[in-house]
């Protein structure tokens, strides 16, 4: 079913084209191979961005620029860490880049990204990696429809009205 305007438990199709202050793509709808679709009201995407999108119909667009506190946050050094090669296994598999999840000395997990690769050790970032950036989005509106009750209840999509198993 499809719906006049944004609102929440609605799910949203938008194109878009992310720069970072100085006006470098970082990322668009073209790049990532078609509309972003995320179910509004749910905490799926920046809360400004969120708030910009309330209300909007097909069709309309507009522009948004974010400080970095208001988008991914400051860089923090802090959350950079090197760590002994001696606590990896498959250590020669890791590359440059890659993503994983450690656990912090309370427990908690967090995603860290492969920032180096030194003879010893491997360097740790924490941050996520947009952190310390201003954006700019240039955004569309390309769909709304109202989401399913599934979709609702477990607050992410369902590709074709498939049930993800929860």
Excluded: W
């Excluded at 499809?2 to 100085?22: F, P, R």
């Excluded at 191979?33 to 069709?59: C, D, Q």
């Excluded at 522009?63 to 208001?70: F, H, I, N, P, S």
């Excluded at 890791?94 to 993503?99: A, E, L, N």
């Amino acid at each position: 079913m499809s719906a006049d305007t944004v609102k929440d438990n609605h799910v949203v199709e938008i194109n878009y084209t992310l720069k970072d202050g100085e006006g470098q793509l970082i990322d668009s709808s073209d790049q990532a191979g078609g509309p972003m679709v995320y179910i509004h009201g749910h905490e799926n995407i920046l809360p400004k961005l969120e708030s910009e999108l309330a209300g909007k119909s097909v069709g309309d667009s507009f522009k948004l620029e974010l400080k970095a506190e208001d988008a991914y946050g400051e860089y923090h050094d802090q959350m950079v860490q090197t760590i002994p090669k001696t606590e990896f296994p498959d250590v020669d598999k890791i590359q440059v880049g890659m993503q994983f999840q450690v656990q912090t000395e309370s427990g908690e997990p967090i995603p860290v990204m492969v920032k180096e690769i030194q003879s010893e050790s491997i360097v740790l970032d924490g941050n996520h990696p947009l952190a310390g950036l201003d954006l700019k989005f240039d955004v569309e509106v390309a769909s709304i429809r109202v989401a399913t009750e599934d979709e609702i209840s477990h607050g992410h999509l369902h590709a074709h009205g498939e049930s993800c198993g929860h």
